[in-house]
Nanobody
Framework: QVQLVESGGGLVQPGGSLRLSCAAS????????MAWYLQAPGKKRELVAS???????LYADSAKGRFTISRDNAKNTVHLLMSSLQSEDTAVYYC???????????????WGQGTQVTVSS
């Protein structure tokens, strides 16, 4: 089985920073693209940032210049450093990983359970 666990969410004041982390565990043959998504109340899940196994990154316009995604391949972990946070950043943030399980040919997407980020004074 494969599991993704997020951490680092919480309450932060406007203008503050927060660092989210996501660790993938289980029988993983290859861990390819990892990403962070957000889902605000009443809205569908949207991509925030992604990073390939080689380190290439992609950011949503709302995250560009404020957020930084990174990964540690040795630990199967992805991070999202969030700075200059605003109230509109309030949402549940989900970790996503595209991977192949050991012994299987299929490449599939896996999701974490999500971590709440609340920006409020």
């Amino acid at each position: 089985q494969v599991q993704l666990v997020e951490s680092g969410g919480g309450l932060v004041q406007p203008g503050g920073s927060l660092r989210l982390s996501c660790a993938a565990s289980g029988r993983i043959f290859s861990l390819n693209t990892m990403a962070w998504y957000l889902q605000a109340p009443g809205k569908k899940r949207e991509l925030v940032a992604s990073i390939t196994q080689e380190g290439s990154t992609l950011y949503a316009d709302s995250a560009k210049g404020r957020f930084t995604i990174s990964r540690d391949n040795a630990k199967n972990t992805v991070h999202l450093l969030m700075s200059s946070l605003q109230s509109e950043d309030t949402a549940v943030y989900y970790c996503n990983a595209r991977l192949r399980r050991t012994g299987w040919d299929m490449e599939s997407d896996y999701w974490g359970q999500g971590t709440q980020v609340t920006v409020s004074s």
